[in-house]
């Protein structure tokens, strides 16, 4: 299938509107001072150069590159929407599915449908209302979630933060002095204190308080508690419609209990930054290759003009031609590096549904174990036929976790070897995966 592009020659902050998007969108930013738009289908591609700006529209799934500092404005894309590089700030009205950002400025974003993934945002990220989970890491402004239908993951963000989820809240935070945090579960909430941490708590639960850190100053009752930690700081303000958990850092996961288990929150972070990792070293050594590539075209093309005579070849044009081609080289290879990336939270995915049902799987044996005892407490009358010294029958065993198969085991060993991870860390992915 033909594809269909647009090229236009842009200054290094540019402001870009983009109206719509029927599909996917993929846009990031590049060092050229060039406008580079693509859609694999012909005919569907519509955009306005006018006072310096730009105004797209797009019948199809499309991909994008911008000037890293320019301006981005996005109304509507009605599939997925993967925005990366940018040094500008950047609005998005509305995306229809999931929302990913890395490496973004400051991100203003009104109504996504599915999930929000942000990392390394470097400047504020406000959420207007997201449909499913958000998970955000790395965030240096203000983090603001009004409504997040789903889970809430926030971990290293480094100025004040608000939040409200309809399920759990899961945080890691550095709580800055002077800052306030308020965040709303409809759930659990689980928070995780570094160490050195400055910062009152103001916890209220509709289950249970519980507080693992040493040296802090706890007051109050079952539901209502005050944890001072350090000098107290950060304002922080966590309430939940469930339980609430207050644990050190440094602590095991054991420690957090069921809860704990039921996120796989430890595991399924570890495994997202290595997917992002591998995505990102690809992503550089494409970089890498290209500017090379142009540094060698440029030396090779100077003065071809001259030699020729401009009326038989125009080196500039050779060149942008030349560094088309190689852009489209770079976008499958990105692809690629996408693909990868999928293949490495797949595999988180299906360790934290293993261990989703071995929880389940204990907890239904524990709920068991006290039905028999139960029973056996409440019965008037007990008959014991068994002979004298008679052996009591065994226990039955837990049931065996699932076993690792032998492709995740070699994605694992290619990650070391690769030197993507250490040996420590595969050591904790296997136990993981094994259910130690």
């Given at each position: 299938?033909?594809?269909?592009?647009?090229?236009?020659?842009?200054?290094?902050?540019?402001?870009?509107?983009?109206?719509?998007?029927?599909?996917?969108?993929?846009?990031?930013?590049?060092?050229?001072?060039?406008?580079?738009?693509?859609?694999?289908?012909?005919?569907?591609?519509?955009?306005?150069?006018?006072?310096?700006?730009?105004?797209?529209?797009?019948?199809?799934?499309?991909?994008?590159?911008?000037?890293?500092?320019?301006?981005?404005?996005?109304?509507?894309?009605?599939?997925?929407?993967?925005?990366?590089?940018?040094?500008?700030?950047?609005?998005?009205?509305?995306?229809?599915?999931?929302?990913?950002?890395?490496?973004?400025?400051?991100?203003?974003?009104?109504?996504?449908?599915?999930?929000?993934?942000?990392?390394?945002?470097?400047?504020?990220?406000?959420?207007?209302?997201?449909?499913?989970?958000?998970?955000?890491?790395?965030?240096t402004g203000e983090f603001a979630a009004n409504q997040v239908g789903g889970d809430l993951y926030l971990r290293d963000a480094n100025a004040a933060a608000r939040a409200y989820a309809r399920a759990d809240i899961v945080l890691n935070l550095n709580f800055a002095s002077g800052q306030e945090y308020s965040?709303?579960?409809?759930?659990?909430?689980?928070?995780?204190?570094?160490?050195?941490?400055?910062?009152?708590?103001?916890?209220?639960?509709?289950?249970?308080?519980?507080?693992?850190?040493?040296?802090?100053?706890?007051?109050?009752?079952?539901?209502?508690?005050?944890?001072?930690?350090?000098?107290?700081?950060?304002?922080?303000?966590?309430?939940?419609?469930?339980?609430?958990?207050?644990?050190?850092?440094?602590?095991?996961p054991d420690a957090m209990g069921e809860v704990s288990d039921r996120f796989g929150e430890e595991f399924g972070m570890m495994a997202d930054v290595m997917a992002d990792e591998l995505s990102a070293q690809i992503e550089a050594q494409i970089e890498s290759q290209m500017a090379q590539f142009e540094n060698q075209l440029a030396q090779r093309l100077s003065g071809l003009d001259a030699t020729l005579g401009a009326g038989r070849v125009n080196a500039d044009e050779i060149a942008a031609r030349a560094r088309r081609a190689a852009e489209r080289v770079s976008e499958a290879a990105r692809?690629?590096?996408?693909?990868?990336?999928?293949?490495?939270?797949?595999?988180?995915?299906?360790?934290?549904?293993?261990?989703?049902?071995?929880?389940?799987?204990?907890?239904?044996?524990?709920?068991?174990?006290?039905?028999?005892?139960?029973?056996?407490?409440?019965?008037?009358?007990?008959?014991?036929?068994?002979?004298?010294?008679?052996?009591?029958?065994?226990?039955?065993?837990?049931?065996?976790?699932?076993?690792?198969?032998?492709?995740?085991?070699?994605?694992?060993?290619?990650?070391?070897?690769?030197?993507?991870?250490?040996?420590?860390?595969?050591?904790?992915?296997?136990?993981?995966?094994?259910?130690?």
């Open positions: 299938m033909d594809t269909e592009q647009i090229v236009l020659t842009t200054s290094e902050t540019p402001e870009i509107v983009i109206d719509s998007i029927a599909g996917d969108l993929r846009l990031s930013g590049w060092e050229q001072n060039e406008f580079f738009a693509e859609a694999e289908d012909r005919n569907v591609l519509t955009a306005e150069q006018k006072n310096g700006g730009i105004r797209l529209t797009c019948h199809a799934d499309c991909a994008v590159r911008v000037p890293r500092r320019a301006l981005v404005s996005i109304s509507q894309v009605n599939g997925d929407a993967r925005v990366k590089a940018l040094e500008g700030a950047l609005r998005i009205d509305g995306v229809g599915g999931d929302l990913v950002l890395r490496q973004t400025a400051s991100v203003e974003v009104g109504k996504v449908g599915g999930d929000v993934s942000a990392k390394k945002v470097r400047g504020a990220l406000r959420l207007a209302t997201v449909g499913g989970d958000v998970s955000a890491r790395g965030v965040f709303q579960a409809g759930a659990d909430v689980i928070c995780r204190i570094p160490s050195g941490a400055s910062a009152k708590f103001s916890l209220q639960s509709g289950g249970d308080i519980a507080v693992d850190v040493l040296g802090a100053q706890v007051e109050g009752n079952t539901r209502r508690k005050t944890v001072t930690v350090g000098g107290g700081a950060a304002a922080v303000a966590l309430q939940a419609g469930g339980d609430v958990s207050l644990v050190d850092l440094a602590a095991s692809r690629r590096a996408e693909a990868a990336e999928r293949r490495a939270k797949s595999l988180a995915e299906a360790a934290e549904r293993r261990a989703e049902r071995r929880t389940e799987r204990h907890a239904n044996h524990a709920g068991h174990a006290a039905d028999r005892s139960k029973r056996s407490s409440s019965s008037t009358w007990r008959f014991d036929f068994a002979r004298p010294g008679a052996p009591k029958p065994p226990t039955p065993p837990a049931p065996p976790p699932e076993p690792v198969s032998d492709e995740e085991r070699m994605t694992i060993l290619r990650m070391v070897e690769q030197g993507k991870i250490t040996v420590g860390d595969a050591e904790k992915l296997l136990s993981a995966l094994e259910g130690k």
